[in-house]
């Protein structure tokens, strides 16, 4: 349950607030998010060139949430978007070859842009890249505001499949709590020797979850199992 929002406000990001989008992922994202942590990626810097490219394509979707304090004006929390169609995906999306960052090289395992998901025969979706709050605005739903709010908008855009990647617990939790269906993981644990992870930093939170979830459609298309 959200409790007293009075103090934020949410707006549409665009391509203008790259800079300050990017700092809040340095400092609150890529510093906490176990899979970062795991991979020796804290950084942008460390992330790589792929990641800047995702940033800015989910920047200028349209689609992507900002959170913003009212009275310093900073953005404190941002959920980034953007919406694919299946006969149009590109590989670059699920991870080329020669990609250095281990980070998506593991996502690639279960990308959403991945055959498995093309097979389902549903298009347009609803990609859901990356959530963050700040730390000091935490536990007061404001993730759940935007998912919701990011749901509702790809559902006006005709989208009738949302997808989205999971690295932590506490993600996850608030996905089923929205009824979002698990359908892969990948247990780091099992691909620790192949990318020399030392999973023992993240305790408890060794499995990455590939989520989706229907959107209303006039179209019937039954759930996938």
Same mark, same amino acid.
Do not use: W
């Given at each position: 349950? *959200?409790?007293?929002?009075?103090?934020?406000?949410?707006?549409?990001?665009?391509?203008?607030?790259?800079?300050?989008?990017?700092?809040? @992922?340095?400092?609150?994202?890529?510093?906490?998010?176990?899979?970062?942590?795991?991979?020796?990626?804290?950084?942008?810097?460390?992330?790589?060139? +792929?990641? =800047?490219?995702?940033?800015?394509?989910?920047? *200028?979707?349209?689609?992507?949430?900002?959170?913003?304090?009212?009275? !310093?004006? *900073?953005?404190?929390?941002?959920?980034?978007?953007?919406?694919?169609?299946?006969?149009?995906?590109?590989?670059?999306?699920?991870? %080329?070859?020669?990609?250095p960052s281990i980070m998506y090289q593991?996502? &690639?395992?279960? +990308?959403?842009?991945?055959?498995?998901?093309?097979?389902?025969?549903?298009?347009?979706?609803? %990609?859901? @890249? $990356?959530?963050?709050?700040?730390?000091?605005?935490?536990?007061?739903?404001? $993730? &759940?505001?935007?998912?919701?709010? !990011?749901?509702?908008?790809?559902?006006?855009?005709?989208?009738?499949?949302?997808?989205?990647?999971?690295?932590?617990?506490?993600?996850?939790?608030?996905?089923?709590?929205?009824? @979002?269906?698990?359908?892969?993981?990948?247990?780091?644990?099992?691909? *620790?020797? %192949?990318?020399?992870l030392d999973t023992s930093i993240i305790?408890?939170?060794?499995?990455? +979850?590939?989520? =989706?979830?229907?959107?209303?459609?006039?179209?019937?298309?039954?759930?996938?199992?």
């Amino acid at each position: 349950m *959200a409790q007293d929002s009075s103090d934020i406000e949410l707006f549409m990001l665009t391509s203008d607030d790259y800079e300050e989008v990017a700092q809040l @992922f340095d400092e609150q994202y890529a510093k906490r998010n176990p899979l970062c942590k795991v991979c020796k990626e804290t950084s942008l810097e460390d992330i790589g060139e +792929s990641m =800047v490219k995702d940033i800015k394509r989910t920047l *200028a979707s349209g689609l992507s949430i900002g959170v913003r304090d009212k009275t !310093t004006k *900073a953005i404190v929390g941002f959920r980034l978007t953007d919406i694919f169609h299946v006969d149009k995906t590109s590989t670059y999306h699920v991870g %080329e070859e020669d990609e250095p960052s281990i980070m998506y090289q593991l996502l &690639a395992r279960f +990308s959403p842009h991945g055959k498995e998901i093309q097979e389902l025969g549903i298009s347009p979706i609803l %990609e859901l @890249f $990356a959530v963050c709050v700040h730390k000091d605005y935490g536990g007061r739903g404001i $993730a &759940a505001m935007i998912i919701k709010k !990011t749901l509702e908008l790809g559902d006006e855009q005709g989208c009738r499949l949302a997808v989205v990647q999971i690295a932590n617990s506490l993600s996850e939790k608030i996905y089923n709590r929205l009824n @979002f269906q698990t359908f892969k993981v990948l247990d780091l644990d099992t691909v *620790a020797d %192949e990318f020399d992870l030392d999973t023992s930093i993240i305790p408890g939170e060794t499995i990455l +979850s590939l989520m =989706v979830k229907n959107l209303p459609s006039k179209t019937s298309n039954p759930h996938p199992q």
